[in-house]
Nanobody, 117 residues
Framework: QVQLVESGGGLVQAGGSLRLSCIFYGSIFSMYSIGWYRQAPGKQREWVATIRARGTDYADSAKGRFTISRDNAKNRVYLQMNSLKPEDSAVYYC????????????WGQGTQVTVSS
């Protein structure tokens, strides 16, 4: 019913920037809230940021450095990541769920971000 594809990951030095994107394949993109999550080896998946119809939320680790945005005309969500730190290294995933709170969550397959010292 819904598929998500992340891109934009790669290698970057500490202090650098990356912009991740998540493309939504399905019906009525504007009805969905989109979140970004990340998972490093040996750690649990953690929430990074969420964008709803008119609001955003950030984890403390992302606040002030990351910005989430969406382009409903292109069925796309972005995560601008600035001032990257080695501890930001992880596989980053996007998740979609209906703004109503009903129905299942949909996950992408992830994109790798590696930050070197």
């Amino acid at each position: 019913q819904v598929q998500l594809v992340e891109s934009g990951g790669g290698l970057v030095q500490a202090g650098g920037s990356l912009r991740l994107s998540c493309i939504f394949y399905g019906s009525i993109f504007s009805m969905y809230s989109i979140g970004w999550y990340r998972q490093a080896p040996g750690k649990q998946r953690e929430w990074v940021a969420t964008i709803r119809a008119r609001g955003t939320d950030y984890a403390d680790s992302a606040k002030g450095r990351f910005t989430i945005s969406r382009d409903n005309a292109k069925n796309r969500v972005y995560l601008q990541m600035n001032s990257l730190k080695p501890e930001d290294s992880a596989v980053y995933y996007c998740k979609a769920d209906l703004l109503t709170g009903d129905g299942p969550d949909y996950w992408g397959q992830g994109t790798q971000v590696t930050v070197s010292s």
